[in-house]
């Protein structure tokens, strides 16, 4: 999975990128501190593959990746060159989802770029922004379209659905349903709000309810962040962090709330490969069948695929071995068109 925030300037992107991260990434008390991007990777915490590792003995352990990228601060006009302008949009344009985040804090510390807190005017500013950023591409790409349009039938049909793309985010409306070919838009994305407040001010909140109610009405999550926080407790070790994060009011870590928002709010879910060489997670979308599935391990195992031994990781672990677990008659062998489940250890037969 990968992320990539935006937000104001001094909402707290580079915090939560550190907490998340684990990074030294530069945060600090003025605007625009970050300039270029900040970009890092960490494993997707997920016990089973422990568990599996030593069930197999296995060699290595592989777990699935979650990537984000912090970028500068968006302001009212960056698409005209306000602030840092909105270049660096560009280093996001690929990622899967949006981490939104949105400052609740208050800190006389910390200037807000506007006066006081105002979540909901924050979010109206930066979504704007993202829009203005991708009209600037429809248009770009309107031009070279245009060109070609009056004598070429395909071009055409594609000029009229940029028209329609174009009219739909100019006047504010949502593109749903409009193709919007290959052009990564980022105000079509899904979005992940991150409202970050202070310590001890996570519950009853009213500048997060009102996030809430945002997201609600534009299917999109939020995720409650303390990342100054969270950023802070690097220091100390996973152990001494969960308990201190459970003082807190939170069951886990900012980074597995974080797997578990976008996770959900993507469809993902993980299917599992267990042998004596390798442990591994793979990351696919709720739904896909076994044949595409084998298709992220390899793309022989798609083309060749003859069927899947799966057995679902509990039935595994409750057996104790794989071999007990088909003795049991646990292990079922599904073919192309079977629906893959979260925690589904399979082994792929294949022939090319
Ligand atoms: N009190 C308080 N301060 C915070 C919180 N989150 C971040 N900060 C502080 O706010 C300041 C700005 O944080 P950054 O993470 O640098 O903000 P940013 O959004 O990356 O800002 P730019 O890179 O300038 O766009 C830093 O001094 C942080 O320590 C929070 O939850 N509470
Ligand atoms: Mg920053």
């Known amino acids: 999975m ?26 600090a008390f003025y605007p625009f501190s970050t300039v270029n991007p900040n970009t890092g990777m960490v494993p997707v915490p997920d016990n089973r593959l422990q568990v599996l590792y030593e069930m197999y003995k296995a060699k290595a352990v592989t777990p699935a990746t979650l990537e984000m990228v912090d970028i500068a601060g968006l302001v009212k006009g960056s698409g005209r060159g306000e602030g840092l302008g909105n270049q660096f949009l560009s280093h996001i344009r690929e990622v899967d989802a949006i981490v939104h985040v949105v400052r609740c804090f208050t800190d006389d510390n910390v200037p807000h770029v506007y006066d006081g807190i105002d979540p909901l005017r924050d979010i109206e500013t930066v979504n704007l922004e993202l829009v203005f950023a991708d009209l600037e591409i429809i248009e770009r790409k309107l031009a070279k379209v245009s060109k070609g349009a009056r004598t070429d039938k395909n071009l055409l049909r594609e000029e009229e659905n940029l028209i329609k793309l174009k009219d739909a985010l100019e006047s504010g409306q949502s593109a749903d349903g409009i193709d919007c070919g290959d052009l990564p838009l980022l105000s079509q994305k899904p979005v992940l709000y991150a409202a970050n407040v202070n310590e001890g001010e996570t519950e009853n909140n009213p500048h997060v309810e009102k996030i809430f109610g945002h997201a609600k009405k534009n299917k999109s999550s939020v995720f409650v962040s303390c990342a100054k926080l969270e950023s802070e407790l690097q220091s100390l070790d996973d152990e001494e962090r969960e308990l201190f ?59 060749g695929f003859i069927r899947a031994e799966v057995v679902a990781y509990d039935d595994l672990v409750h057996s104790g071995t794989y071999a007990a677990a088909k003795e049991r008659g646990l292990v079922r062998s599904e073919g192309k068109e079977y629906v893959v489940k979260d925690g589904d250890v399979m082994l792929i037969r294949f022939n090319v």
């Open 2 to 27: 990968k992320l990539g925030i935006v937000g104001l300037p001094n909402s707290g992107k580079s915090t939560i990128f550190n907490a998340i991260m684990h990074a030294g990434a530069e945060a």
């Open 245 to 303: 994060l459970r003082e807190m009011g939170f069951s886990q870590t900012g980074l597995d709330r974080l797997i578990t928002a976008g996770y959900e709010l993507l469809g993902l879910i993980s299917f599992l490969t267990a042998g004596p060489k390798e442990v591994r997670a793979w990351t696919i979308k709720r739904g896909c069948r076994a044949q595409q599935a084998a298709g992220k391990i390899h793309s022989d195992l798609e083309r």
